[in-house]
C-alpha cells in the first residue's frame, strides 16, 4: 500500500478520554475512531490487525475441529425465556422490539442459539462430537465502557459451542479448545496464563480464563513461574488424541494460577518464593463446560448408543479479537508506539522514502516496494512529503516490524537502512541486498 | 473436509415456508436456517459461499482503489439527526434505547456515520479521492420479510463511500464503482446489467442498478440485447485512467436498459423487436453519485486548492453478498439442486466412496483426497455410509462443481467416475488419471 493512497490518521496529540496506553496508541496510530460510548470504527489499520488475530483464531479452531458459521447478532427473546436467561441476564442486554412489538435482543453470547441449531437437526450419536464456532459481533450494555475496545459494547467475539455424548467426552472437547487457545494466544505474540475461574451467568463447573501477564492489566493474578517456562503444544498436536490432549491440560493446570477471586492464600503460601509471580493480568479468553445447562431445558437430545434420549453435555468457549488487540499492545509496545508481533502486524515492512521527487529515492523506493510485493510481503510505502521526523515518528508509532529507510545521502553510497522496530537495532546494507532480501521474503 | 466430521444438515422434504427456489435450496442444502422472521444463521455450507462472495467483492474494490474499513452495526441516533434522516426513514429503522436512555438504532445504512469519520480527520483537497468501504450486517426492519436471504431483515451490506472535491471527480469514483461492480458479478458468475435507477431515499441525481436477469425475478425488467454480447472489463482495467472508465461506462450505459420504475414505453418502442429483451431481474448492487447531501448539513468540508472551505462530493455504492447468494442460486440451478459457479463453489471437488469400509473404495478416496489438497484444491470427501442414491443425491443438491466417483466396480478396474455438475457429463478416468489432475490441481 503506498501511503499517499491509504487513509492513516494519525492524531499528534493524545486524545483525553484514553485512559490506558493501548487505547491511546490506538487512537494515535489512526486505527479505531469512537462513535458513541463502547463502540468503534475499526480505521484501515485497526481493521488489518483485526483480519489478521481473526484468522490465526480461525485457523487454530479448525484445527482442533471446530466448524465455522455465522448466527445473527439479532436474536428473538423467546429462546432466551425457554432458557431461563432472559430475565436474569439484567440491563447489559441490549432489549430491542421490532416493528411488529416482538421482542428481541441483540446477542450477549450464542448458548440458546446454538442450542437450538443442534436441536433441529441432529438426532444421533453418531454425528458427535461436534464443535460449532463463529466470530459475530456482539453487544453487552455495559454500565460504564471504558478502556477502548478493552470494554467495549460492541464487540467481537469468536464463540465456540461443543456438543458431547457424555460428561467425559465433553471434558476432551474442553480440552481440545485449551490447547486451541494455548496456540492461538501464542501465535498472537502473547504469553497467556489459564487460570481458574468462576463460571458466571454462563454456569457449568469447569472454565478457565486465559490471562495475559502486563503491567496495565485489568486485575491481579497469582501464578507459579514455571509457567514461563513452558513450550507451547505444537501445530502437530494431535487433537483426536483424547489421552494426549489430557496430558497437556494436566500440565497446563498443575502449577498454581489463579486471578484475584479464585486465590487461595494458602496454596499461595506453600510456593516457594522464587516461584511465585503477583502481577497484573488481561483476560484474553475464557472456556466454559456447563454439561446440560442449556441441553436440558431447550431439549436438545440425541439417542444414544442404547437407544435412550440423552441431553447433550456442552461446553462454550469465547475469544474477544477485538479486546485481543488491545491486550497484545498492552503487552508490547514502548514510549514511541506499538510493536506489533510479526504474525499480527498489519504491513510486514515500512519502506520510507526520504525525499519523495527526489529520482534516487523515488526509484529505490519504488523498486524496494516491488521487491517486497514481489517476495510475496505485504510492504506500507511512505510516499508522502512529510518531514524525516515526523516519518520516522509516524512508522515507530503504527509499530511495523522493519523499516527500510531510503535517503538521499545513503543512496549517493548506494546504501539503505534497516531498522527493527522491536529491537531498535539499525543497519546499513547495500540496495541491492534489501532488494534481494525482499525478493526472497526474508526479513532478516 | 472429510464429510464425516462435517456439519451439513441436507433437508430430505422442501420446506413450506421457502416461496422461491434459492429460499428452498439454500434450507435443503443446508446452508442457512432461520432463527426470526428475516434473520438467519449461516450453516458451515452456506457460511463457505458467503466468504468466497465476499472475497471477490473485497479483491474488486481494492483493486478499483477502495480501503477497507469497519463500521459498527450499532449508531447513535443524533448522526441521523444531523442528516435528517432520524426522523424520514420511517418504521423500517430498528430504533433502540439503550440504558442510560440514549436513542441508538441499528444501521441500515452508514452515510452518516462514514462522512462523520471523514470530517473527524480530513482537512485537505490533498487527501482526496478517498474511498472507504465496509462489509458489516446491516437491519432493515422489513414488513414483510420473505424469500429468504433475498429480501432479509438482518443482512450483509458492502458499502462503499466516495469523498471527491467536485461533481465531477466524484463522477470518475463513481465510474470506479461501476467497473468494479461489472467485475464483481462476472467473477460471481452472474451477468448483471446496470440499469439506470431512482435513488430514493439515500439521495442524489446519478444512480445504477445492476440487475440479474433470472426467470424467478423479482420484476419486470428490459433491456438490449447488446449486453449479452458485452465482455467484462479486464483485470487490468486502469482504475486512474479517468478517460478509460468513462469511455467503459458510456459503452454500457448506451444501450436502453430500464427497470420497471424507470421504463420509457417511448425508447423501447424504438428498438427492433430481435434486440429488445424484457424478462425478470433481480437487483444485486445499487450505486448513487449524492453530491453534497449528506458532507453538507454534515459539515465535512476540505480546504480546496484556491483556500477556500468545499463540502465534498460523495457516492454510495452497495452490494448485498447474503443477497447475492439467493441471487446467483436463482441463476444457476437445475431440479436436482444448486449448479455453483467455480469461483463460489464451497468446496472444489466433492470425492464420493461409495462403499465405505471396502478396502479399494477407502484407500482409493483417500488418496484422492490428498491428491486434491496436494493440489491445492478444497476437496468433500464423502466417507459417510449413506446409500450410493442418497450420495448422489446430496451431491447433486449442494452443487460441487466435480465429483468423482470412487466405487467398488470401477476400481476393480482401476477406474473412477469424474462428473461435472453443470453439464451433467461423465466420464471414466484410471485413478492414476484422476490422481494426477488433482495433484496439479486441475479439474478436467
Not at 86 to 102: C, Q, T
Not at 129 to 139: D, E, G, I, S, T
Request: charged share 25%.
Amino acid at each position: 500500500m503506498r501511503l499517499s493512497h491509504y487513509f492513516l490518521p494519525i492524531l499528534k496529540e493524545t486524545p483525553r478520554e484514553a485512559e490506558i496506553v493501548s487505547h491511546r496508541l490506538m487512537l494515535r496510530a489512526g486505527m479505531i475512531k469512537q462513535q458513541a460510548a463502547g463502540i468503534f470504527s475499526f480505521l484501515p489499520l485497526g481493521k488489518k490487525v483485526l483480519d489478521k488475530v481473526c484468522d490465526i483464531i480461525r485457523e487454530e479452531q479448525d484445527r482442533a475441529g471446530a466448524i465455522e458459521i455465522l448466527m445473527p447478532t439479532v436474536q428473538p427473546a423467546d429462546l432466551w425465556q425457554e432458557s431461563g436467561r432472559y430475565n436474569a441476564y439484567g440491563p447489559e442486554m441490549l432489549r430491542i422490539r421490532d416493528r411488529h412489538d416482538r421482542d428481541m435482543l441483540y446477542g450477549p453470547t450464542n448458548e440458546e442459539m446454538v442450542t437450538d441449531i443442534f436441536r433441529t437437526y441432529v438426532r444421533s450419536y453418531k454425528d458427535l462430537p461436534l464443535n460449532l464456532y463463529h466470530l459475530q459481533w456482539k453487544f453487552r450494555d455495559e454500565v460504564r465502557p471504558r478502556f477502548g475496545v478493552m470494554r467495549g459494547r460492541e464487540f467481537l467475539m469468536k464463540d465456540a459451542y461443543s456438543f458431547d455424548l457424555d460428561y467425559e467426552s465433553a471434558k476432551i472437547a474442553y480440552y481440545r479448545m485449551f490447547v486451541a487457545y494455548l496456540r492461538t494466544f501464542q501465535r498472537c505474540g502473547l504469553t497467556a496464563i489459564p487460570m481458574r475461574a468462576d463460571t458466571g451467568p454462563i454456569g457449568g463447573d469447569l472454565s478457565h480464563e486465559f490471562i495475559v501477564l502486563a503491567e496495565t492489566g485489568e486485575s491481579e493474578v497469582f501464578c507459579d513461574r514455571a509457567f514461563l517456562e513452558y513450550d507451547t503444544p505444537g501445530a502437530d498436536t494431535d487433537f483426536s488424541d483424547a489421552e494426549a490432549l489430557s496430558d497437556l491440560v494436566a500440565k497446563w493446570t498443575t502449577p498454581y494460577a489463579a486471578t484475584d477471586e479464585m486465590h487461595d492464600e494458602q496454596a499461595w503460601g506453600a510456593l516457594s518464593d522464587d516461584t511465585r509471580i503477583s502481577a497484573r493480568g488481561i483476560e484474553v479468553g475464557h472456556i466454559f463446560h456447563f454439561g446440560t445447562k442449556y441441553s436440558e431445558p431447550m431439549g436438545a437430545k440425541v439417542t444414544g448408543p442404547a437407544g435412550a434420549q440423552v441431553p447433550v453435555s456442552m461446553g462454550s468457549y469465547g475469544i474477544g479479537p477485538t479486546r485481543l488487540l488491545g491486550a497484545i499492545i498492552e503487552a508490547s509496545h514502548d514510549e514511541a508506539g506499538i510493536i506489533w508481533p510479526q504474525s499480527v502486524a498489519p504491513f510486514d515492512v515500512s519502506i520510507i522514502s526520504m525525499k519523495v521527487g527526489d529520482d534516487l529515492c523515488d526509484d529505490a523506493a519504488e523498486k524496494l516496494y516491488r521487491a517486497a510485493k514481489e517476495g510475496g510481503l505485504d510492504p506500507l510505502l511512505d510516499d508522502t512529503d512529510a518531514r524525516a521526523g515526523a516519518k520516522f515518528a509516524t512508522h515507530e508509532l503504527i509499530g511495523i516490524p522493519v523499516q527500510i529507510v531510503a535517503g538521499p545521502r545513503g543512496l549517493a553510497e548506494g546504501k539503505v537502512e534497516l531498522r527493527a522496530r522491536a529491537s531498535g537495532e539499525k543497519r546499513e546494507l547495500s540496495l541491492d541486498e534489501a532488494l534481494n532480501m525482499l525478493t526472497a521474503g526474508a526479513l532478516r
